[in-house]
């Protein structure tokens, strides 16, 4: 039960069907349950997996508005209501572990629903399972298509710098009374708009190197404003999109003045102002473990880590992507320790020993 951390609580009643009558308690919610605890004797009412949850519906009933019912595997229907700070906002998180729980682990779900599954509901459950995988390889390709392409973009803008230093060195080692020496020091017509536009590309959205991007549940301001979409951190910052994939707000890296993790499950994100509201949005995800390892190696000055998650940072561990920019940031740097190497020596060269380095 490791797993089984708990990633937040709400004040609710839950109606007790034998009793006929509602009761006052917590509802609180792990990775891997969902609990109910009375308020007066703090006895638990009502405590199951998420992987038996069939139904997570948003309903009304005669006695009371605003209710959230949750249907198990057996048919046993659970009324909740009166939820702070909203039902939306519980509806939002619980729906989100859940679905999650569902995609990571698809067999665990067909097991705990087996005397109900028929044989095409069990081909439809490894079909959406073969999905999941194709999706998740076209991310891994995706990602590093634009890992070349920034390569790609990185050796083109060092070759113009190259060229620039070789007219300088030239233009260095003319003679003063040279009356063409001015002339070298002009750039080739298309060699500015080609930085320019490689400069435009590397700040491009979508260009640049996606590390991880996970679902999560976004809260702006207030619990009040809550929204499911996504996290997506960049090697220049973060990104945060709703479900349908519009842009809710970009962070750019020296923007951030603030990550504080409150859970190995929910973090917060600000951006301070002088004289006008803060921006700062609060998100919970079940991926949120493996993103938080990647937020503090890049917002390791920035990055704050409460008394109770300290030991989040002893158990830290590098994420492949992680790994997979640090290979690839040497390697550019490698690239270009060689490419100037061998123009020099092309100048020695050409130049019969005349060129010597200070």
């Excluded at 665990?108 to 194709?134: E, I, N, P, W, Y």
């Excluded at 590397?202 to 679902?215: C, H, N, Q, Y």
């Excluded at 842009?247 to 020296?254: D, P, T, V």
């Amino acid at each position: 039960m490791s797993r089984d951390i708990c990633v937040h609580t709400w004040p609710c009643s839950y109606y007790l069907e034998l009793e006929k009558r509602w009761i006052p308690g917590k509802l609180s919610l792990t990775s891997l349950s969902l609990k109910f605890m009375t308020g007066k004797t703090g006895d638990t009412l009502v405590n199951f997996p998420l992987s038996s949850i069939i139904e997570i519906k948003k309903e009304a009933s005669q006695f009371i508005f605003s209710s959230l019912t949750i249907l198990e595997k057996d048919h046993v229907k659970h009324w909740f209501s009166s939820f702070r700070p909203g039902r939306n906002v519980v509806f939002h998180v619980i729906e989100h572990f859940w679905r999650e729980l569902l995609l990571s682990q698809p067999g665990a779900a067909m097991d705990a629903s087996s005397s109900h599954v028929t044989k095409g509901q069990a081909l439809t459950g490894l079909m959406a399972c073969s999905q999941k995988r194709l999706e998740d390889a076209a991310t891994v390709l995706h990602h590093q298509g634009e890992q070349l392409d920034s390569i790609a973009s990185g050796l083109d803008k060092i070759e113009c710098d190259l060229d620039v230093a070789d007219r300088l060195l030239t233009e260095l080692e003319s003679p003063s009374w040279w009356p063409f020496s001015s002339k070298l020091w002009k750039m080739p017509s298309g060699t500015k708009p080609h930085v320019d536009s490689s400069m435009a590309s590397s700040k491009a959205p979508g260009k640049e190197g996606i590390v991880i991007r996970v679902p999560a549940v976004i809260f702006q301001r207030t619990d009040s404003h809550v929204k499911p979409g996504r996290l997506t951190v960049l090697v220049s910052g973060l990104e945060l999109h709703d479900s349908g994939s519009s842009l809710i707000h970009r962070f750019e890296k020296e923007d951030v003045d603030g990550i504080t993790v409150h859970s190995r499950y929910e973090v917060s994100v600000c951006q301070r102002f002088t004289g006008k509201p803060d921006i700062a949005f609060r998100l919970i995800s079940a991926k949120m473990p493996e993103v938080i390892p990647i937020l503090e190696t890049q917002f390791s000055k920035k990055i704050e880590l409460l008394e109770d998650n300290l030991m989040l940072r002893s158990t830290r561990t590098s994420s492949p992507e992680e790994k997979d920019y640090s290979v690839w940031h040497a390697v550019f740097l490698w690239l270009l320790t060689q490419r100037r190497t061998q123009k020099l020596a092309q100048k020695r060269a050409e130049k019969g020993g005349r060129y010597h380095p200070m």
